[in-house]
């Protein structure tokens, strides 16, 4: 299964970006998808996941209440919504798929990565 993310840009800050993350092939129910970024020098941070059946989300502290992951089968897409954005959100975003149907949080589990799409957020 390949990923293509897509939808990052230039926001002011409060602004808000849906980010896309499609997949080439069939994504099965024992799948969830993730979303992490990566600050240069920096190791790469989860941001959300979800399972694939859509019963389990989990989100980094740090996006609470700000982003929103969800899915849509029929398109084998996941997006992420960001609201409120800050500075620090200024980041590369990366959506990555792992076998599992709890999704998890360490980028370790995760087997197959998109390439990654900047989200550039000024003050």
């Known amino acids: 299964v390949q990923l293509q993310a897509s939808g990052g840009g230039l926001v002011q800050a409060g602004g808000s970006l849906r980010l896309s993350c499609a997949a080439s092939g069939r994504i099965f129910s024992s799948a969830s998808m993730g979303w992490f970024r990566q600050a240069p020098g920096k190791e790469r941070e989860f941001v959300a996941a979800?399972?694939?059946?859509?019963?389990?989300?989990k989100y980094a502290d740090s996006v609470k209440g700000r982003f929103t992951i969800s899915r849509v089968k029929d398109k084998n897409t996941v997006y992420l919504q960001m609201n409120n954005l800050k500075p620090k959100d200024t980041v590369v975003y990366f959506c990555?798929?792992?076998?599992?149907?709890?999704?998890?949080?360490?980028?370790?589990?995760?087997?197959?990565w998109g390439q990654g799409t900047l989200v550039t957020v000024s003050s």
């Open positions: 990555a798929r792992a076998i599992a149907v709890v999704p998890p949080t360490d980028p370790e589990r995760f087997v197959s």
């Open positions: 979800i399972s694939w059946s859509g019963s389990w989300t």
